[in-house]
């Protein structure tokens, strides 16, 4: 069973606008949260992280969002650019599991020019 | 500054055949990882090493080893492939836990089993 999910398989946006990708969780353990781009024929790369003690963490363009309450977090990318699209996926770890990462299906964001 | 590098990048078996995926890191990481990537199911992790000499069942072991060879290599192995385990396999490595628990990775092995 997923412990993590990314309930919008894509995600088409404006270049210059915002892209907000979401993420949703089950396992109350995950105190770590990773958002990793993906292009075609390449590994994945780290994007961006948020620890639990956190409800915010920001890097340049990047913005992710932690509600624990919900069990949700999201990934806010301003401006958008054609550079940015890519799949992302969202990963969650927990210390009690050495961090191993789980994984969400990926969320496939097109930049329109 | 390679990073993580696998190989081969591609390979085509029949079913039966065996195979290892080889896989080493230049940053002296602690930890590595095989994953899996199929359509709709995100990365699924195979197996585990948190250090050289140890090695632990991820969510789909089944049908596949691992070994820990050294602090910068972890190959996987498929002795007898299945049709089911055609998909993109990643090796990846983190500090942890000596470092950072941020995993990287390879740019993958695209296998498949006919």
């Known amino acids: 069973d997923q412990q993590v999910k990314q309930n919008s398989p894509s995600l088409s946006v404006q270049e210059g606008r915002i892209s907000i990708l979401n993420c949703d969780y089950t396992?109350?353990?995950?105190?770590?949260f990773l958002w990793y781009k993906k292009y075609p024929a390449e590994g994945p790369t780290f994007l961006i992280s948020?620890?639990?003690?956190?409800d915010k963490n920001e890097d340049g363009r990047f913005t992710v969002f932690l509600n624990k309450s919900a069990k949700h977090l999201s990934l806010h990318i301003v401006p958008s650019q054609p550079g940015d699209s890519a799949v992302y996926f969202c990963a969650a770890s927990a210390a009690s599991n050495d961090y191993k990462l789980s994984f969400g299906a990926g969320t496939t964001v097109t930049v329109r020019a | 500054n390679a990073g993580v590098t696998q190989t081969p990048k591609f390979q085509v078996l029949k079913t039966g055949q065996s195979m290892t995926l080889q896989c080493a890191q230049d940053m002296n990481h602690n930890s590595m990882y095989w994953y899996r990537q199929d359509p709709g199911m995100g990365l699924r992790l195979i197996y585990y090493?948190?250090?050289?000499?140890?090695?632990d069942k991820g969510e789909v072991p089944n049908g596949y080893n691992v070994s820990r060879l050294n602090k910068r290599e972890f190959s996987l192995r498929l002795e007898s492939a299945a049709p089911s385990q055609t998909s993109v396999y990643f090796c990846?490595?983190?500090?942890?836990?000596?470092?950072?628990?941020?995993?990287?990775f390879g740019q993958g092995t695209r296998l498949t089993v006919v």
């Open positions: 396992n109350s353990m995950f105190d770590y």
């Open positions: 990846a490595s983190s500090a942890y836990p000596t470092g950072g628990t941020e995993a990287f």
């Open positions: 090493s948190a250090s050289e000499g140890t090695t």
């Open positions: 948020i620890s639990s003690i956190k």
